[in-house]
């Protein structure tokens, strides 16, 4: 498939303030606090979208069954708020007090990891990149050979990470937690009239869900239509990908897979990287 770029007006992008900016946020409600902090920190008016909702899968049979045997694995992944909140949720649902005694915990990005701790869950292992890349990076430093990984996810998640630990040697038990729903009907439509009301000139889309989902939920035909003179930026590649698929060609897609690394590339993408935002900030 041709990749066609979307046209960004050159001149707006480098001489603007940053405070004439309106950012469209497309994540779920229970994770957008900190981030909207992050973007109006910078000076952005920022609108949420959220163009996801996070639902119980279709069945928790998988799930139910290996949680119980949670001592048998050697790792537990943990890809996400969501899915550390959602197996947490089912965790209490179900009666049971888990130990972490046997098994080594990864959490992919720094807001996993917080939300393991405030789950009172040990964390082992945080990758320097924040990806299905980067846990398998680190875990290649380990012998895993034969060790046993537990990934409860997303029902629609993919398997890419299950798929390179087998690989190298890991036996991979990966199974849903939670799935991915749209808005209801009433809040589509009040989010649809808000983006015609602020016209954002920057999407910022967290997940490949996110977008899908506000594909989806503003019926939109011609994606590259829709996006052309404004500025698209992606959490990371694997939402990047998912953006290339259909024709978008992000302007900003940070170093740094997270919402702190967006708010730095915004600034150099818009001419103010003497502004760079830090991580202690």
């Known amino acids: ?70 001592d048998t694995f050697n790792y537990l992944i943990l890809t996400s708020v969501n899915a550390v909140r959602s197996m947490v949720e089912r965790v209490k649902y179900l009666g049971l007090s888990l130990t972490f005694n046997k098994v080594k915990v990864l959490a992919i990005g720094p807001r996993t990891s917080q939300a393991c701790l405030e789950a009172e869950i040990p964390v082992h292992i ?47 038990v990966k199974c849903a937690v939670y799935d991915i729903g749209l808005p209801s009907a009433g809040d589509c439509e009040k989010y649809i009239d808000l983006l015609k009301e602020t016209n954002p ?46 024709g978008i060609v992000p302007g900003i897609i940070p170093k740094d897979y997270s919402m702190q690394g967006i708010a730095n590339s915004i600034l150099e993408f818009y001419g103010q990287s003497n502004n760079i935002v830090s991580e202690n900030n």
């Not at 946020?25 to 008016?45: D, V, Y």
């Not at 290649?140 to 997303?154: L, V």
């Open 1 to 70: 498939m041709e990749i066609k770029a979307v046209k960004h007006s050159t001149n707006f992008n480098k001489t603007s303030e940053l405070s004439k900016v309106t950012a469209a946020l497309m994540r779920a409600p229970e994770q957008s606090i900190e981030s909207i902090k992050i973007l109006e920190a910078l000076g952005l008016k920022t609108v949420l979208i959220p163009a996801i909702k996070v639902i119980p899968p279709p069945s928790f049979d998988e799930f139910d069954k290996q949680i119980r045997e949670l």
């Open 126 to 172: 945080i990758p320097v990149e924040f990806s299905a890349k980067g846990a398998i990076d680190k875990l290649m430093t380990q012998n895993i050979a034969g060790k046993k990984f537990f990934i409860p996810g997303s029902y629609i998640s993919r398997d890419d990470l299950a798929e390179n630990l087998v690989k190298i040697g890991g036996k991979v």
């Open 201 to 246: 000139d920057l999407f910022i889309f967290t997940s490949p869900s996110t977008y899908t989902n506000f594909i989806k939920m503003c019926g939109i035909k011609n994606s590259t239509e829709y996006f052309e003179g404004k500025v698209v930026a992606a959490i990371g590649p694997t939402t990047a990908s998912e953006l290339i698929k259909a």
